[in-house]
């Protein structure tokens, strides 16, 4: 299979005109231009603690993120807060668990989720979140023993989503952060 070195990719994704990036549109594009792993190395920061937020390319209609998944990491059940988001897998193998709202109320707090469906996302497979249905998880499993890198388009770019407890039964708006920006870590990074 042809790779696309990330540089490249970049260059291709901001050629879509605003009018066609979109569900759909973004999918077949990362179907049609599997990233090139090696070209991302400047962008792959692994944390033990939690993984890692990289910013590769963010203009007024889409970033694009690099995230690097230790075994066994995962992230908080969330959403997208109504924008779009697609990723593929460059690297490794990640589980994505997609969850219906039953019952949200913001102003208590209060969620109520089951689940929907599940699926292993593998090297150079792609997916898109469904407006529909949005709200999901990404975990790399503890066996599949192995470090996993995901590359994340967001249109439009997010600073804040939900995120959901099931076990409290709770949802809550997070900041979100980076853990680099372009190649560079942020003060702040802890590793």
């Known amino acids: 299979m042809q790779t696309v070195k ?6 291709r994704l901001t ?4 009018e066609k990036f979109c569900v759909g549109n973004v999918y077949d594009f990362l179907r049609e ?10 962008y792959l920061f692994f944390s033990r603690n ?3 937020r990289n910013l590769i390319f963010r203009n007024e209609l889409f970033e694009l993120i690099a995230i690097c998944w230790n075994v066994g990491q995962s992230s908080l059940i969330h959403d997208h807060a109504d924008q779009s988001c697609w990723m593929t897998m460059p690297i490794g193998k990640l589980r994505i668990k997609n969850f219906r709202v039953l019952e949200q109320n913001l102003e208590t707090n209060f969620c109520r989720l089951e ?13 898109e979140v469904q407006l ?5 998880q990404v975990l790399n499993l503890p066996e ?3 470090q996993a890198v995901s590359v994340h388009i967001y249109s439009r770019p997010i600073d804040k989503c939900l995120v959901f407890s099931t076990q409290k039964n709770e949802v809550r708006w997070r900041t979100m952060c980076y853990t680099s920006k372009f190649g560079k870590l942020m003060p702040d990074a802890r590793l």
């Open 50 to 52: 939690c993984y890692t």
């Open 115 to 127: 689940e929907a469906d599940e699926f292993d996302l593998k090297p150079h497979c792609s997916a």
């Open 144 to 146: 599949f023993n192995e």
């Open 132 to 136: 529909e249905e949005p709200v999901h």
């Open 15 to 18: 050629e879509i005109p605003e």
């Open 6 to 11: 990330i540089d490249k990719f970049v260059e």
């Open 33 to 42: 231009n599997p990233v090139c792993k090696d070209s991302l190395s400047p």
